[in-house]
């Protein structure tokens, strides 16, 4: 599935690309430039944020350019949370893409789902548009020898659970006081940020299963290895919008949560990780 992303923001979209590579690995994507107006590359699936498109308000003229803008391509259509006005859109599946509309904000798991239902319309739509199959009149040319293609390695990975899991077990002597006071945070599912200096910190988003950060891994890894270090952390909740501020601010750079985790987690239980493929927990018993 070929997707045209347009009018979400870097961190949207960074965020969104790590999401479908975990998700919807075999879909690929590309960016447009958003405006009134744009012409899209074509696409199999579009996904737009009809506010930076000026499209933000439904009216008459608003919809013949958002049609305009679909040439029939089904779409997901990013909405403010508030705005009710592309309700009263008449619906005619005769002659108008298949549309998924979807309220910010969001979560992976409504993004999926939402993805997932304009999908089953592009192939819908495939095969309403394709021929009735014809008996051939002579045998089928034998295909040309293909060459094995190597699967995709999955990276390995560790989730909030799985840590959760794996401090259980180990003895109840206070140490390990970083991952520790992470997975307490990493628990009540909202955002928080970890204050490393005054410049320098990390970001993590529990629900959208993404981290970012300005801080060198090698000083996140030594602060995992020392509790007199950890101890002295700030660790404080914090709402999306202030993630956000924060992560485009500082410049932070995008990571996966499960990812993150794995590597902190084989890092300071001194734990070698498990090979590709062997599972979400990928850390070997201790």
């Not at 405006?35 to 944020?49: K, N, S, T, Y």
């Not at 992470?182 to 928080?192: E, I, K, R």
């Not at 910190?201 to 959208?208: M, R």
């Not at 970012?212 to 919008?241: G, H, W, Y």
């Amino acid at each position: 599935m070929k997707l045209v992303v347009t009018g979400l923001s870097p961190r949207e979209e960074t965020a969104f690309g790590i999401f479908l590579d975990r998700a919807l690995r075999h879909w690929t994507w590309q960016s447009a430039a958003a405006g009134r107006g744009v012409v899209l590359p074509p696409a199999d699936l579009i996904v737009a944020d009809l506010v930076p498109l000026g499209l933000g308000h439904w009216s008459e003229e608003a919809e013949a350019d958002l049609l305009r803008l679909l040439q029939g391509t089904p779409a997901v259509l990013l909405l403010p949370s508030h705005d009710r006005s592309w309700a009263t859109m008449a619906v005619d599946t005769a002659t108008q893409p298949a549309l998924v509309w979807l309220a910010k904000p969001y979560g992976t798991k409504e993004m999926q789902a939402a993805l997932e239902q304009a999908e089953a319309a592009v192939k819908q739509r495939t095969r309403r548009a394709a021929p009735p199959p014809q008996t051939p009149l002579m045998a089928p040319p034998v295909p040309p020898t293909q060459l094995p293609v190597s699967p995709i390695p999955e990276l390995p990975g560790l989730t909030a659970a799985g840590l959760r899991t794996w401090l259980a077990a180990l003895p109840a002597d206070g140490r390990h006081v970083f991952l520790r006071k992470l997975s307490d945070m990493l628990s009540q599912a909202h955002p928080f940020e970890v204050r490393f200096t005054v410049q320098n910190s990390l970001i993590v988003h529990p629900a959208d299963g993404w981290v970012a950060s300005n801080t060198p891994m090698l000083v996140i890894k030594r602060v995992c290895q020392s509790d007199t270090l950890a101890t002295a952390l700030e660790f404080r909740e914090i709402d999306d919008a202030q993630a956000e501020e924060r992560m485009e601010r500082l410049g932070m750079r995008l990571r996966e949560l499960d990812v993150f985790l794995w590597e902190l987690a084989a890092t300071t239980l001194g734990q070698q990780p498990a090979p590709p493929g062997a599972g979400s927990t990928a850390l070997k018993p201790p």
